[in-house]
């Protein structure tokens, strides 16, 4: 299974950018799939999933939104009123193994894609 994030950039505040994740090789029908972010000198942390219904960390709710497709093989990252805290590496992540009480740990998911970019000035 290979994942490809794509649609970062640098914005500035305020601004929206929409992330998609490709997977090949397998689909997430009874899985999940989730982005993660890792800013400069600090640890890997979950953004949000997707299974079956959406999850979003408290620092993005109300302004990400994750959707998946229908054949449920790539998932997409509406990131609205951005701020310049949002700035990190965004990386996607997918599972077929996970269990919900894992749902926002990195070590639960076995597919990452390379990341994604996003820089917000303020």
């Known amino acids: 299974v290979q994942l490809q994030a794509s649609g970062g950039g640098l914005v500035q505040a305020g601004g929206s950018l929409r992330l998609s994740c490709v997977a090949s090789?397998?689909?997430?029908?009874?899985?999940?799939m989730a982005w993660f972010r890792q800013a400069p000198g600090k640890e890997r942390e979950f953004v949000s999933a997707?299974?079956?219904?959406?999850y979003y960390a408290d620092s993005v709710k109300g302004r990400f939104t994750i959707s998946i497709n229908g054949a449920k093989n790539t998932v997409y990252l509406q990131m609205n009123n951005l701020k310049p805290e949002d700035t990190a590496v965004y990386y996607c992540?997918?599972?077929?193994?996970?269990?919900?009480?894992?749902?926002?740990?990195?070590?639960?998911?076995?597919?990452w894609g390379q990341g994604t970019q996003v820089t917000v000035s303020s």
């Open positions: 997707y299974r079956w219904r959406p």
């Open positions: 090789g397998d689909t997430f029908r009874n899985g999940a």
């Open positions: 992540a997918a599972s077929n193994r996970i269990i919900l009480s894992t749902m926002t740990e990195g070590t639960a998911y076995e597919h």
